[in-house]
């Protein structure tokens, strides 16, 4: 195995593109070192990104936010703007493992590592955030939404890594939301889970929703059904129902010992209410 | 196989090895420098005995590489102690019975340190979910959650 620690985007695509063998990016290694020590991956090159200028880097951009994709889960959730912002977006990402995983894991690896429980996963794809991309042809923006492809699968081409993510700027009444059901309160697995992103409007209404669930299905999934449900609302009953039916209508999850078909469906159901709720009343929304 | 020259500082001494380009830095550690502290409970990250800082962030040195550690700076439990000058968290763990086999305690002191470190006064809840990556099969957590309280104590003053 060949270890390079580039400075620059440019060298990284350079050395991933010249690979002979299978290659990898090196982030935070949490899923990675795991799978080497494992000897389940045995790459041949890996690529380690963290000591590249700005990829280390929380800015603001365009009234929002670039984070690099070196930046750990810790240091977003010690980034006092992005809570405030995003929160919804920090709490799936600190919620990935123990405090020493926190240290080192980032939402690049966890998306690319293509897990379908990911946990930073739906806030980022309720958020609307996009992934810039370097590879081989230069760069691209692309919706996070459209980069997983099915467990340990994206559509990232031959050659292409994750340099950032953009999240939009946002009016002052919007907030966003993440929860996850696991059987016990730290380091596990989600067994279901939802992330709501709402802006509302003067009146305090919902102008726009956007709704993502976790672990049931292939993929994170956008759920634009029960986003919908909620747009002229103020959470009230029946529009929370309706959520939590459109988000069960979209479950199409495993059945295995951690989660029947059933319960998952369910709970994804009620984890999106939940969220939702909490979401609205962040936004300065009043059911 | 390449091997990989490091320099690197461990708990303030300059320090410079060669490594394997897979080795962990808790391979690199335990079998390269005799820093045996840091041990191996299962090289997935899941147990926290390997705990040590990078750069000041408390990681599991099984899933850091060897060759990551390059011009960081990195303390181990070896550094805790004073010459025979125990932490007091040392002798907290060891006053209050917080440890039976032992195996899992250096992860917890660096861990409980790197706590302490920048919370001087944390609740007890704010204690376990600190070290939730920290697994004991020997104490129940109790008498461990204890120790770092009364250290807690003394190190404010109280
Ligand atoms: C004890 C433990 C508990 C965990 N708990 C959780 C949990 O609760 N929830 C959860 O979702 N996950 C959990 N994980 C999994 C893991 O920590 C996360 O998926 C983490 O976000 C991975 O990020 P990383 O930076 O460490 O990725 P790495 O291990 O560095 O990389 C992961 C994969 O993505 C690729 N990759 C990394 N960065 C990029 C990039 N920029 N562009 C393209 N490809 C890239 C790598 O090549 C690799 O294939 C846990 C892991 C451990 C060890
Ligand atoms: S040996 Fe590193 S976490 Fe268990
Ligand atoms: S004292 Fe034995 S594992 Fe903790």
Known sequence: ?287 | MKTIPVSTRVNGDSVEFLCAPEETLLDALRNRLGLTGAKEGCGSGDCGACSVLVDGRLVCACLVLAAEAEGAEIATVEGMAEGERLHPLQRHFIDSAALQCGVCTPGILVAAKALLDHNPDPSDEEVRYWLAGNLCRCTGYDKIVRAVQSAAAEMRGA
């Not at chain 1, 919804?88 to 894991?105: D, K």
Request: with cysteine; aromatic share 4%; charged share 20%.
């Open chain 1, 1 to 287: 195995m060949q270890y390079e620690r580039p400075q620059s985007t440019a060298e990284a695509a350079r050395l991933l593109h010249g690979a002979t063998g299978p290659a990898r990016i090196l982030a935070g290694g949490t899923d990675l070192i795991v799978q080497m020590n494992a000897g389940v991956a045995e790459p041949a090159l890996v690529v380690d990104i963290k000591r590249i200028a700005g990829l280390r880097d929380i800015v603001a951009e365009d009234g929002g936010f670039r984070i690099g994709a070196a930046v750990s889960c810790a240091e977003m959730g010690e980034h006092a703007a992005l809570a405030a912002a995003w929160p919804g977006i920090v709490e799936g990402a600190n919620l990935i493992g123990s405090t020493q995983v926190q240290g080192r894991a980032t939402m690049a690896g966890n998306l690319c590592n293509g897990s379908p429980a990911a946990d930073s996963v739906p806030g980022l794809v309720a958020a609307g955030a996009t992934a810039r991309i370097v590879g081989p042809e230069g760069e691209r923006d692309c919706p996070v939404a459209e980069i997983p492809a099915g467990p340990g699968k994206t559509t990232l081409k031959p050659g292409e890594f994750v340099a950032s993510f953009f999240l939009p700027g946002r009016p002052a009444r919007a907030s966003d939301a993440y929860l996850r059901f696991i059987p016990r309160t730290e380091m596990d697995i989600a067994v279901a889970s939802a992330a709501v992103n709402l802006v509302l409007a003067e009146d305090g209404s919902v102008a726009e929703a956007r709704v993502a669930l976790g672990a049931v299905a292939p993929t994170v999934r956008l759920v634009d059904a029960a986003g919908a449900a909620l747009v002229g609302t103020r959470l009230e009953e029946d529009a929370l129902e309706a959520l939590a039916k459109a988000c069960r209508d979209a479950c199409a999850p495993i059945d295995d010992k951690r989660g029947t078909i059933e319960f998952r469906t369910k709970v994804a159901g009620v984890l999106a209410r939940r969220a939702a709720l909490i979401a609205y009343t962040r936004a300065g929304g009043r059911t």
